[in-house]
């Protein structure tokens, strides 16, 4: 007798498959009976609000209530936040002492505070000259670039080159109607007579006093800005 060929074993590579299903069978079966429950939950809160409808009158009522008290304390927050604004002072000295960073985020809050809402900060590299940004009341969008001098008035002077970048972005690549040079130092002439030729404006250490004091806007202080745009243009 010739002897029998050895049985084949069965690979595990056949078992795998049915593994995988008996384990998706399971998931299933495990799944099915919850849903049925959370089904039957919920159904039984539809009947039992459809037999209390007061309830569901009582809950309205609580969510329209708590939402009026979220929208009264943010408006008293915004209207608290105006009041604050209103009352930002700096003394130059104060300015002085800041970081360049947040001598921008100082000149923001100052605008801010003269009836800008939308002033922000934007300063940082590749800022391309703007360090705040901000519309004034008359709809006049103004693009400020600031110049912080750590040493005030004995500090480096604010010449023409640094007018150069602001003069050339400001209403090109920003949309700016007022542009604005600031410096907590002087300003040289040269930069004066360019600033004029070009319609430039510049703040320099006294006028940012006077601002930052709270005396009036900018918008007052400075001359021969630009008359604010018609109406029918704010809309």
Known sequence: MSPRPPARRRTSRSRRPRRRKNAGLEQLALIAPLTMVALSLVMAVLRWLAAHPWVVVL?????????GAWAWRRKEAAQWEQVRARGLRYAVEQLDRLHHRQFEFAVRDLMHRDGCADAQQVGGRGDN???????????????????????????????????????????????????????????????????????LHLVDRKVLAEWASGSRPLWELLRAVPPPRPPSSLS
């Open 59 to 67: 809950v309205l009522l609580a969510a329209a209530g708590a939402g």
């Open 129 to 199: 000259g703007a360090d705040v940004k901000a519309t004034d009341p008359y709809g006049r969008r103004w693009v400020i670039q600031c110049k912080h001098r750590k040493d005030g008035w004995s500090g480096k002077a604010v010449g023409t080159p640094d007018l150069h970048v602001l003069n050339g972005t400001g209403r090109q690549v920003h949309g700016g109607d007022v542009l604005v040079m600031l410096t907590n130092g002087r300003i040289t002439s040269n930069a004066v007579d360019f600033a004029r030729s070009q319609c």
